[in-house]
């Protein structure tokens, strides 16, 4: 099992740019997360699917984020436009059920400048 | 609503020392609760869990038990490493289904040889 797969692991991006993430969760689980870590903030839920469902995206910042989960293999997060404050490694993590706990991936560090 | 406090940080300690990191919860019904470990540049990784009153998580010399009496799920190690320096979140399932983790702040651990 190669877990959580997403890419890129670091983007580079100037301000207005559109930036896309990506997520590959471990087959077989049916919901995905999508968080943002940054120090002042620490580790916020941007968004969940639950069987490629959105579920809850209260956590989305504001209209400039949108994810989507077109298939139960592979799920996006878009910025657009990007701003400095976006800056952050953004995490994907999937779980086959709330008692399994999440399995992480490795993260993407986005840099907006 | 469902919530985790866990212990300010940072903790130091010298290795072999013994290590506590408390975390207490709220939580309606019947949560599973967690400990994960975030590695510096890496994602959170599972370290241990537990989902019912009096079970006891462990993995790589780390014990948590969930205590139901005293709502904690306090973190324990009785000789820790160097390469255990990380960052510890405590986390909870709530028990209505469909609800994603609620993760406390995180604690830095940094032992030093």
């Known amino acids: 099992d190669a877990g959580v797969i997403q890419s890129p692991r670091h983007e580079v991006t100037e301000m207005g740019q559109e930036v896309t993430l990506r997520c590959k969760p471990i087959s077989g689980h049916n919901s995905l997360f999508w968080y943002r870590q940054t120090m002042m903030r620490g580790l916020e839920l941007l968004i969940y699917f639950n069987n490629n469902v959105p579920i809850d995206d209260s956590g989305m910042p504001e209209d400039r984020f949108s994810a989507k989960m077109p298939n139960a293999s592979f799920s996006t997060l878009k910025i657009q436009p990007s701003e400095p404050r976006d800056s952050a490694v953004y995490f994907c993590?999937?779980?086959?059920?709330?008692?399994?706990?999440?399995?992480f991936g490795s993260g993407t560090r986005l840099t907006v400048v | 609503g469902d919530s985790v406090t866990q212990m300010e940080g940072p903790v130091t300690l010298s290795e072999e020392a013994c290590l506590t990191i408390n975390c207490t919860y709220t939580a309606t019904g019947y949560p599973s609760l967690f400990w994960y470990v975030q590695y510096p540049g890496e994602g959170l990784q599972l370290l241990l869990k537990a989902t019912k009153a009096d079970d006891k998580g462990s993995n790589k010399g780390f014990e948590a038990t969930y205590r139901k009496e005293t709502t904690s799920f306090h973190l324990e190690k009785g000789s820790v490493q160097v390469s255990d320096s990380a960052v510890y979140f405590c986390?909870?399932?709530?028990?209505?289904?469909?609800?994603?983790?609620?993760f406390g702040k995180g604690t830095t651990l940094s032992v030093s040889s």
């Open positions: 986390a909870l399932s709530p028990h209505q289904a469909g609800t994603a983790l609620i």
């Open positions: 993590a999937s779980t086959a059920g709330r008692a399994d706990g999440y399995t």
